[in-house]
């Protein structure tokens, strides 16, 4: 867009400074709305099992559709987004988990329930690839990694926050109530979305200076693609590689903090129900903190060592790596407490790498290819959770947690030599601090 037309739009409303991270806010309310109708399943399960007559087998198959969708839909639901444009694009993906959620309350039996999951998993699937897609239109490269830093907290807030506002909504309305409020919820966060987000080019409240901000180092977006060509491309990239086999070996350490530490402190470390209440939100905490800090350790890197933009991005992933290391320690207490401890050093860790890999998804691949990129990121991640959730079931009656923690010590490491082989650039470039 030329500066003349930037201006016409620009004049005739009121700008706001640093407009891009008040439209980084409105992503990440809408992404805690999307963990809060996510999570409502989890919370409410119990009473579910008992008034649909579920058995404990019928209620796997029903979340085990959630983690189906959600592992297939996200490149669709990227490359829709890529197509279609993000504020299109995700309201519709928002539009449809707020009245798949709300439409749990009328599930007479498990199928249904499944059915609805599965729509639902689809639906938010859409949140992953937008994430990279928003970073993409709204930051210049040198913000990126602070921007993805930030955009990782919608994730786990979203996780810490879904237990006590459904239990609220649970109290005063029951469970069906529940899944309509937090459904509705979305729906508002849909209104906002509709009402205030734009892209750069059209908004009317984007200053010319921010705006040619933005823009300064932005590549031109290439031609719009079908899917299976999108894929075709993305798959020749040694990048690809680099990045998704990394999530797919950081992924199952969030499966373990999201579905099997509770179970793990009252099985094997003697906690009780209140007492894993009071701890067992700590690990999302400190993976919110991981997520905040993991932009800023780039800059550290870039004026202390000198690397460049991708060597700093990817050096911050690797001291998330490192940090997984208190995983494996696990396996040698017996204290809760330290249990806890670990387990949210490991969560911190597996943010920074998680945000990392995303902001690498924006750097190193075509905008108009980032929302898928990162939907087939995001699918990589969610084919080692649901494999390692099968693991779990399989093998912690018989060998216990302690090896499954080991290994999961270890994975990231193995992740970080892919991801320094394949993404890693070779040469510092001597203009890296001016770029910056």
């Given amino acids: 867009m030329s500066n003349d037309v930037v201006k016409a739009v620009s004049s005739s409303a009121r700008k706001f400074k640093n407009l891009r991270w008040y439209i980084l806010i409105l992503f990440l309310i809408g992404v805690t709305v999307n963990y809060i109708t996510r999570n409502s399943l ?7 099992i008992s008034d649909l007559k579920m058995t404990t087998e019928q209620y796997s198959y029903v979340v085990a559709s959630f983690q189906l969708a959600y592992t297939i839909f996200q490149p669709l639901c990227g490359w829709f987004i890529d197509v279609i444009g993000l504020k299109i694009g ?15 309350a009328g599930a007479g039996n498990w199928i249904q329930l499944a059915i609805l999951r599965f729509i639902m998993g689809g639906s938010e699937a859409g949140a992953t690839p937008a994430n990279a897609k928003v970073i993409a239109e709204w930051f210049p490269k040198k913000e990126r990694p602070v921007a993805a830093g930030w955009a990782g907290v919608g994730f786990s807030i979203g996780a810490m926050l879904a237990p006590p506002i459904i239990v609220i909504f649970h109290v005063a309305l029951g ?51 079908s899917f299976f060509k999108s894929i075709k491309i993305l798959s020749k990239e040694r990048k690809f590689y680099g990045i998704c086999i990394p999530a797919f070996l950081a992924e199952p350490a969030w499966a373990v903090f999201s579905f099997w530490v ?3 402190l009252a099985r094997e470390m003697g906690m009780e129900l209140k007492q894993i209440a009071l701890f067992a939100w700590l690990p999302f905490l400190a993976a919110d903190l991981g997520s905040i800090a993991s932009g800023y350790l780039t800059k550290l890197y870039i004026k ?12 911050s992933s690797v001291t998330g790596a490192f940090l997984m290391l208190s995983l494996a320690l696990i396996a040698v207490t017996k204290d809760p407490y330290v249990v806890i401890l670990l387990i949210s050093i490991g969560g911190f860790g597996h943010q920074v790498i998680s945000c990392m890999l995303s902001a690498l998804v924006v750097d190193c691949f075509d905008k108009g290819q980032v929302a898928t990129m990162n939907g087939l990121r995001g699918s990589s991640a969610w084919i080692a959770s649901f494999l390692f959730s099968l693991i779990i079931g399989a093998f912690s009656e018989t ?22 082989t394949l993404v890693g650039e070779r040469r510092k470039k001597a203009s890296a601090l001016n770029n910056q």
């Fill in 42 to 48: 989890g919370i409410l399960a119990s009473e579910l």
């Fill in 90 to 104: 995700f309201a519709i993906c928002a539009v449809i988990w707020s009245v798949a959620c709300m439409l749990h």
């Fill in 175 to 225: 469970w069906k109530g529940a899944f309509i409020v937090s459904g509705a919820l979305a729906l508002v966060w849909v209104l906002l979305w509709w009402k205030f987000y734009h892209n750069p080019d059209k908004h009317p409240n984007l200053s010319v200076e921010e705006h040619q901000y933005i823009e300064q180092d932005q590549e031109p977006v290439q031609e719009k693609l």
């Fill in 262 to 264: 509770p179970l793990y």
């Fill in 304 to 315: 202390f060592f000198g690397f460049t933009r991708i060597n700093s991005v990817i050096a």
């Fill in 399 to 420: 060998i216990g947690f302690n090896p499954l923690f080991v290994a999961m010590g270890f994975f990231d490491l193995i992740g970080a030599i892919f991801l320094i």
